[in-house]
DNA sequence: ATAGGGTTAG
């Protein structure tokens, strides 16, 4: 089939505008425009005595003058030359336009060895492994040529099979080209890419000769294996050789800075990179921008950006990224803006970034628009990475429905999704949804649980008390090889310290790696909970002769310690402490735990005082921490007074009205708790239900107030009724002004008694053998009524009960509580 | 006419 094209006439074109005998795909010359025939025009007038291809081929900017080019060869039967058509090959390719360089090899009928490199060159430089793949197989079994030198670099980039990797080694072997450079430093590459270092790593070992590139290529390839110390040794290696370091040597091996926590030596390499001119590389400067972003080192990294004479896209990802991940996104803001004033279009990591950035600021307005921005490019259906990032952002800004909605939509997870996932909920304080999506992750043949896995469902069974479940990932993490890491070794010493398991806490602390401060945080504040301020505070003393640097989570950990313990001289000593030794600022937490210990024991005014003086605006917490203090010590004006800044900055949680009423009654204002009730139901509360979990026979059973659908629920009840009787006999007067429902006095009774706390307690007394410890937790505070009924309770029963709440443990035994009525 | 080793993420 024959197409007759008469190029359009221009001012010049008239001259080139013979008619021209073409195959039918060349249709699409008829979308040449004037400026690319003159262009071409131009490259065949530039030599007058006969058609300089040459200077055509260099002349190619883009793919219709390619196409054009390609016509003329045809007419001129120059396309016979294979040459020629190999350059067109290539041309094609670098354009970009994949189609047309197979379609010009193809047309070639006696393929070299020249154009089958050039073919499979160019599938690879256009990312098209398969087919490049593929066509080194029929190079293989239907050419007749054999593969050289040259072909392997190509093919084994492609090469994405362990199994096509060795078969290719083996013809390499074959071939006798082994030893070439080249190909020695891509076979490197090709097991290092695949995962398998120690066969790269023996590659290399057996080479005779190595260049620059062979040493790039093993240290790249434990770089990117994540074996950080190989490479540095590597590196070391090539140095004491001799070699001199090239730009890809440098952006190889600073990315190894960050994990090791080495800025030294980053800022070593800074040195030799300035030294040697190489700044003006822009993967080096990346690199550098990177390293020194990771390392917390905000400014130098700017200056790196600053001074680049050329910035690419990976540039202001970078410099955004550095600012989002410490935690300064306003100013990673207005890089994105700088960047798109640049003409930058943003990719798939600029949305990460930007994701990360709205969950931090807690920007709920934008995050709909970012997801619907990935979504018109499709960008979710191809890439995990953002749908991870979109199910973490719903889940921070704390829309765990869109962020459950959001997985859901991605066609692939992985095992970050799921650990994404079940953080959200951990988080959003869905400890049973978190366990239930942990379950269900399990079912899924293919995702197998990590490190992230453990941390996210760990804090979930803290949260609900799920002791038996705990200690089974604590097997599981045994078996991953995973219980001695920092943070999984963290949240078991957590988990079992929330399970009121003080001792194995304790036993796992001593054994993970404690460098850091983490694990120390959570040990102290497991003794804080469980009323241990003195060892708290010599924990902390060791911390410190560790040399180990505590941080404002080990304040406040160590501030709630002495509070539930009373220790108010070691707590203000603490707080001077961590802003005069340590430079720690203190923040809302800080201060909470600074009034509630002041004010617990007894030192209201002081307390008041404490607050006036603060620099930041006090909030909720800090309030109603003095009101609980008043509470305590029945001071009631000053407690008129904090509920009224209290309610000024929270009137929504119905905690502080039930305290509120408890103030009014302890001085026999019952009017006044009308007034509290009247006021919490005019304001419709949104209240957080109340509910207390037991675990028995590795199963937890939750129970919210008043809730009657347990199976078990008449034998709750009347286990419950029978104790109220006898606890009456001894002296129990139930105190009314927990109850903040407005209703009549035998009603109130019933209301107390179905508390949740009193559900799980009775539950667990006729689930369990006599003499069993019952373990409780209650997600809110202990109700103060259900505190004196579990007093008696443990001495009928002859139990010892271990009550968590939100804020502490209780021990009951005999009659008593272990916090001394302290809390 | 054809070749290797490089920087950013959840």
Redesign the pocket.
């Known amino acids: 089939m024959v197409f007759t094209l008469r190029a359009k006439p221009t001012s010049n074109g008239n001259r080139i505008s013979k008619i021209l005998q073409l195959p039918q795909v060349f249709l699409s010359f008829s979308s040449l425009t004037p400026n690319s025939l003159q262009t071409l025009h131009n490259g065949l007038e530039s030599n007058t005595r006969e058609l300089d291809f040459n200077a055509v081929f260099l002349s190619c900017t883009d793919t219709h003058i390619a196409k054009c080019l390609h016509a003329h060869l045809l007419v001129s039967g120059n396309a016979r030359n ?2 020629f058509s ?2 067109l090959v ?1 041309l094609y390719a670098d354009l970009g336009d994949v189609s047309f360089s197979c379609l010009a090899f193809e047309q070639i009928p006696k393929k ?4 089958w ?2 073919m499979i ?1 160019g599938y ?1 430089r256009n990312g098209c492994y398969r087919q490049a793949v593929d066509c080194y197989s029929r190079l293989l079994t239907t050419s007749g040529v054999r593969p ?3 072909t392997f ?2 093919v084994l ?1 492609a090469c994405w099979d362990l199994s096509d990797g060795r078969k290719m080694h083996c013809w390499i072997s074959k071939l006798g080209i082994g030893s ?4 020695a ?2 076979l490197v ?1 090709m097991y290092s890419r695949l995962g398998f270092v120690d066969d790269a790593r023996k590659m290399f070992d057996e080479m005779t000769v190595r ?4 040493w ?2 093993m240290i ?1 390839a434990y ?2 294996n994540g074996k950080a110390a190989e490479a540095l040794e590597v590196f070391e290696e090539m140095r004491l050789e001799g070699m001199k370091l ?7 091996i ?2 190894v800075c960050a994990p090791l926590n080495d800025l030294l030596r980053g800022m070593l390499i800074h040195v030799y990179v300035i030294k040697h001119g190489l700044e003006f ?4 400067s ?2 550098l921008i ?1 390293m020194y972003a ?1 390392l917390g080192s905000l400014d130098p990294a700017r200056r790196v950006f600053d001074q680049m004479p050329v910035r ?4 202001w ?2 410099i955004i ?1 550095a600012y989002e ?1 410490n935690n300064d996104t306003t100013r990673a803001l207005g890089f994105f803006v700088q960047m798109k004033q640049n003409g930058f279009q943003p990719d ?2 600029t949305l ?1 970034s930007l994701s ?1 950035m709205v969950a931090q600021s807690g920007d709920s307005q934008n995050s709909r628009p970012i997801h619907a921005f990935m979504m018109r490019r499709g960008w979710l259906l191809e ?4 749908g ?2 979109v199910v ?1 952002m719903y889940a921070k800004l704390g829309s765990i429905a869109s962020a459950q909605k959001a997985f859901e939509a991605m066609p692939d997870k ?1 095992v ?2 799921w650990n ?1 996932l079940i953080t959200g909920y951990a988080q959003n304080g869905l400890a049973s949804e978190a366990i239930e999506v942990y379950h269900m992750m399990e079912g899924c043949s293919g995702i197998v649980p990590d490190q992230g896995t453990l941390v996210s469902i760990l804090p979930a069974l803290s949260h609900i008390g799920a002791l038996q479940q705990g200690m089974r990932i604590h097997g599981q993490a045994i078996r991953m090889g995973l219980h001695l890491d920092v943070f999984v070794g963290t949240c078991l010493i957590d988990m079992y310290s929330k399970c009121g398991r003080l001792d194995d806490a304790i036993s796992l602390f001593l054994q993970v790696p404690r460098m850091s401060s983490v694990p120390w945080n959570a040990i102290i504040s497991g003794y804080g909970i469980h009323g241990h301020g003195e060892k708290a505070l010599k924990l902390f003393q060791e911390m410190q002769s560790e040399g180990v640097k505590p941080d404002h989570v080990t304040f406040v950990s160590l501030l709630s310690a002495c509070s539930h313990a009373g220790l108010v001289d070691q707590g203000q000593w603490c707080f001077q402490l961590m802003q005069e030794d340590y430079g720690i600022k203190p923040n809302l937490k800080h201060y909470g735990c600074m009034v509630d210990l002041l004010g617990r024991a007894g030192h209201l005014e002081k307390s008041y005082a404490f607050i006036k003086n603060m620099p930041i605006l006090p909030d909720s917490s800090v309030w109603g921490a003095l009101l609980g203090a008043c509470r305590i010590h029945g001071n009631f004006e000053l407690g008129m007074f904090a509920s009224n800044r209290l309610f000024e900055v929270d009137s929504e949680n119905v905690g502080y009205y039930v305290l509120l009423s408890n103030i009014y009654a302890n001085v026999g204002k019952w009017d006044g708790v009308d007034k509290v009730r009247s006021l919490a139901k005019d304001r419709g509360l949104k209240k957080t239900p109340g509910w207390s979990s037991i675990e028995v026979n590795n199963r937890v059973d939750v129970f919210y107030t008043g809730n009657k659908s347990h199976p078990k629920c008449e034998e709750i009840y009347s286990e419950l009724r029978m104790l109220l009787a006898k606890m009456k006999s001894l002296g129990y007067v139930p105190d009314y002004s927990f109850v903040l429902q407005d209703v009549e006095e035998d009603e109130k009774e019933h209301i107390l008694t179905g508390h949740s706390e009193r559900l799980a307690i009775a539950f667990g007394l006729i689930s369990t053998p006599p003499k069993t410890t019952i373990r409780i937790f209650k997600n809110l505070r202990v109700c103060g009524d259900c505190h004196t009924a579990t007093k008696f309770i443990s001495k009928i029963t002859e139990r010892e009960i271990v009550v968590r709440d939100s804020n502490r443990f209780h021990h009951f035994k005999d009659g008593n509580c272990s916090c001394g009525d302290y809390w």
Not at 246 to 252: A, C, E, G, L, M
């Open positions: 294979i040459f190999t350059r290539n070299n060895v020249f154009a490199n050039s060159s690879v050289d030198f040259f670099p190509v980039k070439d450079v080249f190909v430093a891509s590459h260049d620059m590139g062979s790039n290529a790249s770089c990117q090239d730009p890809v040597t440098i952006s190889s600073l990315p590389d822009v993967f080096v990346n690199a990177n990771k690419d896209l990976v540039s990802n970078s990224a991940q798939a990591l990460v990360s890439d995990i990475f953002l991870n990032a973490d992985d970050i999704s994404a």
